[in-house]
């Protein structure tokens, strides 16, 4: 391969615009795909016959209201420590937000790693300390692996409100979506570390649709653009990677033999999309005593989303942030109504942040 | 959120731990998730946890990809 970066750039992008001869919508799953791609003009390079969606990548906007307030239902109970990132806080539920608890004097804590929990819950032995856990594959396997050690240390004041959730049965939704006709995924790197090449087989095998799992630099995305492109063109789709360096076919087996230990597939509800089958992950029996939900006999109401709120139509790419009547004038970072508007990695914020202007290039 | 950072890792601890740095900054990360570590390693970090060692960027998929490339930007080999 070429050895100097921009000649390789170059390359790909020549490569791209002879390919592209067709109208072709490829979606990237990822939010950090999302923020990566403003981040290197990505959407300025490519040819106009190329169509970039965003899809449902980022796990704070896909977590439904109704969880959040479940989650907002704990941080008001007496005795109660809820943990979770530091994305989550400024998530808007019904009435109130995580960091609006924390102002009335509940406690919340910001962790960067859910092992932090075991130290939090041995420490305040008086408290009831909940992780609110979020996140996809990625993220899933930190939380089996606390699991493992509060039951290795036989704790009892800890537990997990679990909304993690699994890609694969997400992309399925969208390739089923007559509306969005979606010819190919950029898939997420980071998810695909942990879950390999095979779960995405079903993309190519039942639907047709071409895929490639993509790094984060701005040459990793564009030389996944250009394996997809080759794929549609040549009507070859299939899973591929662009992201040797990171994902092996198998994924990691280790997380993934956590998962399965401690998490079995069930329903999960994503914000904007509603219920999809198997897409979360359920505590298995034997872990059950760590499900905050049945711990608590918890309610998980169905909520509608904010007046005007338009998140559900923008995690599923049927429109772009500015076809929101909210965005940049009701919903701002510094006061978001949806959650896309919240996390860094959401479309909307990513849109504010970088394509608040008039430019139709951020239309495609 | 699914961000992951590039860590090299500088000590073993016991309890599956280790001290990983990168750049200036120097972390201590778990390492139940990936087996074999070694002080060198360069690893990819997600919340606090090793989640892949990073290896080197080739595969014969990917070489393939920069062939097809080449043609079509209408390189040398």
Redesign the interface.
Known sequence: ??TCGLSRV???L??IH??AERPMVLMEV???HTVSIFRHGIRELLPPSIRLLSGP????CVTDQGDIDAALSLARRKNTMIAT?G?MLRVPGSRTSLAEERSSGHDIRII?????CIDLALENPEKEVIFFA???E??A??TA?LVLEAADKGLHNLSVINFHKRTPPVLEALALDPSLRIDGFIL????S??LGHGPYSFLAEKYGKASCIAGFEGEDIL?AI??LC?QIREKTPRA???Y?????PEG?P??LE?LDRVFSSGPARWRGIGPIPSSGFAFRKEFSPFDAIMKWDLHVPQVAAPEGCRCGDVLSGKITPRECPLFSTACTPIRPVGPCMV?S?GTCAAYFRFARGGNTVWER | ????IPYRIIELLDGNRAFASTGNVRAEV?T????GLEVGDPV?V????V??K??????E???S??S???D????DR
């Not at chain 2, 959120?1 to 992951?4: D, E, G, K, Q």
């Open positions: 391969m070429p170059g390359s790909i020549k490569a002879r390919l990822c939010g950090t990548g980022c796990p704070v990132y994305d960067t790693s859910a092992s932090q979020v996140g996809f990625t993220t396997p930190a692996s997420p790197g980071h998810v570390v942990i030389l250009a394996d080759l591929s990677s662009a040797p360096r990171a994902v092996r990691n280790r997380a956590l996390s990695e | 959120m699914c961000l992951a778990r139940d998730l990936v087996k990819l997600h919340a606090g946890f989640i892949e990073i290896d080197q960027d080739y595969s998929e990917l070489e990809l920069w097809r490339i080449r079509l930007a209408g390189e």
